[in-house]
């Protein structure tokens, strides 16, 4: 089977050079594990920080070994109790056609719930960081004004609309497109949305809410945190989930020079990290299930064919070339 390995750290935006399509072995699972044939891995922004020689929440990318992250597939073989041939899994041993994975690192899903590669974004690991994140960590509660960055993507729009199916008074988002702006109010039920190319983030903003905000969800990080910060309203909260405008920066980026209406404001602002919130994954499933049957919810994915195509995914993702979340799907 293919696999893919990081090969040199990028420096900057990552280049077709820095990674590698290699074949290795397909073996029989280990005692107590499984063999996986994936069928979709995911590729997701933090990834970026992991191929940096960088201690952080998850360890660095090694060189000239496969890369990980989540997967989707189908058992072939089993050497694990509980685990049988055809049974769907979850796993951390993406970006690779088939994988040896210990049966307590794989969680099998019901796949009749929503098409496998769900498990990935709306019912996966980035549906629970925008449930989390705006349920727990911003302490969401009905009648506030929401405004989240990054809209358009796999985060982004679920926290839109949980907060509208929660009663938010007033969605508010931004993205880099028109096109995705029109999707935000048309499909997802935005009450406003604005492109971010298109001029100031804090202009923009204030007019997008005119009664200021009390919940922002920060993936964006630079002018967009400069600008919640500007129209928070008193005790405003902010979730912040991530801040992709910096990830391939080379230079240490500026703080917002208005930070300190944190103080005049009585602001909270939280970071939060989505393994910590595991223990949600139950009620997460089983809300957001139900709002995906209900017709409330609707998510769309962005799927890259093809295992070869990997790495274009995955600059894809960092230039914004997906709109909700961006998959690789192997034939
Ligand atoms: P997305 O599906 O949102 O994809 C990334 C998007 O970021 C792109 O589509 C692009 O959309 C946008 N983007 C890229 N560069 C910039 C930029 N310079 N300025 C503004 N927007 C930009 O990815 P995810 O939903 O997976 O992740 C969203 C955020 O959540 C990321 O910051 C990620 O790191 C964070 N995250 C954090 C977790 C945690 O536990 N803390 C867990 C999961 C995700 P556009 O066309 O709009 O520019």
Redesign the pocket.
Known sequence: GREWHLVARPHGWPKSTDFALREAPVTEPDEGGVLVRNKHFSV???MRGRMNDVKSYTPPYQLDHPMDGAAVGEVIASNAEGFAVGDHVVHGLGWREYARVPARYATKVDASLAPLSAFLGVLG??GL?AYA?LFETASFKEGDAVFV????????NQVGQLARIKGASRVIG????DD?VRLLVEEYGFDAAFN??NGSVKRQLKEAAPDGIDVYF?????E?LEAALSSFNLHGRAT????????NSTEATPAPHNLALVISKRLRLQ?????DHRALMPRFVKDVSGWLASGELKYQETAVEGIEKGFDAFLG??????????IVTLN
């Open positions: 997701d922004p933090y690991m980035t960081t994140g960055s990054g809209a358009a993507g796999a985060v982004g931004s993205a880099g497109s995705k971010y190319k920060e993936n964006v990080g630079g967009h912040i989930c991530g801040m992709i405008s910096q990830y970071g939060m990290l989505v393994n993702l960092l230039r914004g070339e997906n709109t909700g979340k961006m």
